[in-house]
């Protein structure tokens, strides 16, 4: 089964930028929908970024600071994370909807282990 594996968290600044990175162990084939969800120390995970078939969607707090994009070739996908706030610390995650691959089968989420952004005031 294919893997995701999430690069490029670390500590920066209030206002500094960074850029995640989600490589899949190879080319996932029927991709419903992709994207990034976060998950603050004693909150619920949630919704960062969405690529869909008919484009992306972004969770409010991030709008006009972050950027989700996908090089299908590098099977990787991309957070580009900009004006970083404190609030934005959490441990990021990426995910990927694919299938079904069987008549009987369903579409399922494949995640990653997650990339530690703290961002410091």
């Known amino acids: 089964q294919v893997q995701l594996m999430e690069s490029g968290g670390g500590l920066v600044q209030t206002g500094g930028s960074l850029r995640l990175s989600c490589e899949a162990s190879r080319s996932i084939r029927s991709v419903n929908h992709r994207g990034w969800y976060r998950q603050a120390p004693g909150k619920q995970r949630e919704l960062v970024a969405r690529l869909t078939r008919s484009g992306s969607l972004y969770a409010d707090f991030v709008k006009g600071r972050f950027t989700i994009s996908v090089d299908i070739a590098m099977n990787t996908m991309y957070l580009q994370m900009n004006s970083l706030e404190p609030e934005d610390t959490a441990v990021y995650y990426c995910?990927?909807?694919?299938?079904?691959?069987?008549?009987?089968?369903?579409?399922?989420?494949?995640w990653g282990q997650g990339t530690l952004v703290t961002v410091s005031s």
């Open positions: 995910y990927a909807n694919i299938g079904p691959f069987t008549v009987e089968g369903s579409a399922f989420d494949v």
